[in-house]
């Protein structure tokens, strides 16, 4: 039998993605985690060469199945075993596998056929994964699937005011039936300055950019519903997801945040500055002790995966969707910040 008893640790993780051609090998790569004493990492697939390495290291991992194999292992049970075996049972437990993470932003793209059929199919997935691993004894790796934030309504200020989709309110109550069930998190790519940078360029809202920067001693915003009060943009947004579950009935499901960071280069706001300061406010407040949690959490602790390791210049879309990285191609930081010792 597999058992390690767990606890929710404030380490911080990384996002490690690998979109680009000129990124140092995995080897460097998880001997730069293992020198900057984080305590997690993401990965975007299972790779068994980065799984290999991670072995006998004390940085808890997050491994991912890829949207096209849902539908697959939705079906199976064997296939879900089979995925299971190959990509946990042959690395664990000396490889710290801690969540399961399947699909990435499945509910995001569903206005085709197929991509609806895979959010359909999603929590059946994730409970054949968990059928596997709980047959097997383990005990210690929760199962989710990271979201992204636009599966919220266009308008989720205040928080209190924050309900997703319509659309999607059909596919959100059995995710969060399961994930609630398990006790696992519900799993959410948070970018205050996505928020910010739109409210620019729509003039929707006047969001203050030392709000969305973690700037305490800018003005705070008290939600005229709930009564909290919002010293910065990230709050602000987990908490929108936080009265969405509520309304659907979940008070009490786990949060965590699969991706956030700040652009270094690009357009408005993205420079290196603002991205150091931003990552710097981040690990202070997702790593302090006592944890702080959020105004509708207080004190609860929020696993939470920067995004990311390195710039990936073979992602699609605008150029700063590809200027997210903590390190340049040679290993050096882009930026000064010290993201485990931050007081």
């Known amino acids: 039998m597999f058992f390690i008893g767990a606890v929710v640790s404030n380490r911080i993780g990384i996002n490690y993605g690998q979109l680009g051609n000129n990124l140092p090998s995995p080897a460097r790569s998880i001997e730069l985690l293992k020198n900057m004493n984080i305590g997690r990492v993401k990965l975007y697939d299972a790779d068994h060469e980065i799984l290999n390495l991670l072995s006998g290291t004390d940085i808890d991992v997050a491994i991912t199945v ?41 509910f995001s793209s569903i206005s085709t056929p197929e991509d609806m059929q895979i959010a359909r199919v999603l929590v059946r997935a994730m409970r054949r994964i968990k059928n596997t691993i709980k047959a097997l004894g383990i005990r210690n790796i929760k199962i989710g699937t990271p979201l992204a934030m636009d599966i919220m309504e266009t308008t989720t200020f205040p928080p209190s005011n924050g309900t997703f989709k319509q659309e999607l309110q059909q596919l959100m109550v059995p995710l969060l039936k399961y994930i609630n069930g398990t006790k696992s998190f519900f799993f959410i790519n948070v970018y205050p300055y996505i928020e910010w940078f739109e409210s620019q360029v729509w003039n929707q809202t006047a969001i203050n950019l030392g709000s969305a920067l973690f700037r305490s001693d800018d003005e705070s915003y008290t939600d005229p519903q709930s009564g909290l009060e919002y010293t ?47 990552i710097h406010n981040l690990v202070r407040k997702m790593t302090a002790v006592p944890s ?52």
């Open 232 to 278: 910065n943009l990230l709050d602000q947004m987990l908490d929108s997801v936080v009265y969405a579950m509520a309304k659907l009935g979940y008070n009490d499901v786990m949060l965590a945040i699969s991706e956030t960071g700040w652009p270094h280069e690009g357009e408005s706001g993205a420079n290196r500055y603002n991205a150091a300061e931003y």
């Open 292 to 343: 702080i949690g959020t105004p509708a959490r207080p004190g609860v602790v929020i696993p939470t995966f920067i995004f990311s390791m390195y710039d990936e210049n073979q992602k699609f879309g605008a150029s700063t969707e590809r200027q997210w990285g903590l390190f340049n191609p040679d290993g050096s930081p882009v930026y000064e910040v010290n993201i485990t010792s931050i007081v």
């Open 66 to 106: 890829a949207n096209d194999e849902i539908s697959g292992i939705a079906a199976s049970q064997h296939l879900a075993d089979q995925w299971v075996y190959e990509h946990v049972i042959a690395h664990y437990p000396s490889t710290r596998i801690r969540f399961v993470l399947v699909g990435n932003k499945v």
